[in-house]
């Protein structure tokens, strides 16, 4: 089993920034897929970023140029630096991970944390 907890979320007026945190309860991101996805009321959960066991990166196209996901192997860390933020990324952000994969398509994960909240105001 492998736990997640995420941070960083807030509020900010369009066009600032935030970078959110996932930590893990134990060492994975160098074997498997990490991942970030996100939902706002109303809408289903959508995939925003994974990055591979190779360090590979993929993005949904609403955040690339915008949006970079990374990891800090020695932090159990990963992290999604989030700038310009438009009001339509406002929505509950959650980690994910796969403990079965190395390699990321978007129904890999099945480790999942509580989210963290982002608000964007026009």
């Known amino acids: 089993q492998v736990q997640l907890v995420e941070s960083g979320g807030g509020s900010v007026q369009a066009g600032g920034s935030l970078r959110l945190s996932c930590v893990a309860s134990r060492s994975i991101f160098s074997r498997y897929c990490m991942g970030w996805f996100r939902q706002a009321p109303g809408k289903e959960r959508e995939g925003v970023a994974t990055i591979d066991s190779d360090g590979d990166k993929s993005y949904v196209d609403s955040v690339k140029g915008r949006f970079t996901i990374s990891s800090d192997y020695a932090k159990n860390t990963l992290y999604l630096q989030m700038n310009n933020l438009k009001p339509e990324d406002a929505a509950m952000y959650y980690c994910?991970?796969?403990?079965?994969?190395?390699?990321?398509?978007?129904?890999?994960?099945?480790?999942w944390g509580q989210g963290t909240q982002v608000t964007v105001s026009s």
């Open positions: 994910a991970a796969s403990t079965t994969n190395r390699y990321c398509t978007w129904s890999v994960f099945n480790h």
